[in-house]
C-alpha cells in the first residue's frame, strides 16, 4: 500500500493569528507533527496544502 504525501485542509479564517498544526501517527505509532499554517492571517475560506514524509524531501533538493 502506498502511503500518503501530502495532507489538504479547507480552513475557515479569523484572523486571529493562531497557527495550525497536525499530528499524525504512522504505521508503527510513531507520532509526526507537521505544521501546517504559521498564522492565520486571513478571513473566510482557504485551502491549506502541505506536503510531508518522503514526498517532501524530494520536492526540498
Not at 493562531?18 to 507537521?34: K, M, N, P, T, Y
Request: aromatic content about 4%.
Amino acid at each position: 500500500m502506498e502511503s500518503a504525501g501530502a495532507i489538504k485542509l479547507a480552513v475557515h479564517g479569523d484572523a486571529s493569528g493562531h497557527r495550525i498544526f497536525c499530528v499524525l501517527a504512522d504505521a508503527s505509532g510513531e507520532r509526526h507533527d507537521l505544521p501546517i499554517c504559521k498564522r492565520i492571517d486571513w478571513k473566510g475560506w482557504k485551502v491549506l496544502h502541505r506536503e510531508h514524509g518522503e514526498k517532501r524531501k524530494e520536492n526540498k533538493r
